[in-house]
């Protein structure tokens, strides 16, 4: 579901942005030239995109990945290298719930405004920080589970070299 509102992120940000360039370079009768607010609606929908696709990304496997080193490893070692990677992950996107938590509530009891082309509350664009790391560190703990169950030895999902 995730997956699919960062696509539909996406292709709005490809509609504005295409939009934004035929204005500014075709004269159309009736319709201003450019789009003033696109820049600042791309950069929303970039961030919106990051943050909607890491959980789904983290599911599949597909984060950035650099394997090489661990398949190298005596299996153990690799293998206590998988968990410590997803014990700290779990713990920096706890720390980051927490954090983008505390910002956005501060962001919403000070009314804090983003004022550029467009004015809206500033905690609107930190509100979805904390939910997406929540979903991410949930997803680290069903990784730890997974690697709990799985053999000795680095995973198997999502390498890079076989």
Known sequence: ML??????????????????????NVALPGLPRGIAWSNEISELLLYAITL???????????????????RALPR?????CEWIADALGFVCCLWLVFYGASAALKSNSSDALSIK???????????????CFLLLAIEFVFRMRRLGASEVGPRDDAVSAS
């Open 3 to 24: 997956a699919l509102a960062a696509s539909l992120a996406l292709l709005a940000m490809v509609v504005v942005i295409c939009g934004d360039v035929l204005t500014r």
């Open 52 to 70: 909607l696709a890491a959980p789904w990304l983290l599911r599949e496997g597909r984060h950035i990945r650099v394997d090489i080193v661990l």
């Open 76 to 80: 153990k070692i690799a293998y206590g």
């Open 117 to 131: 082309t467009l004015v809206m509350p500033e905690w609107w664009f930190l509100a979805p920080l904390p939910i």
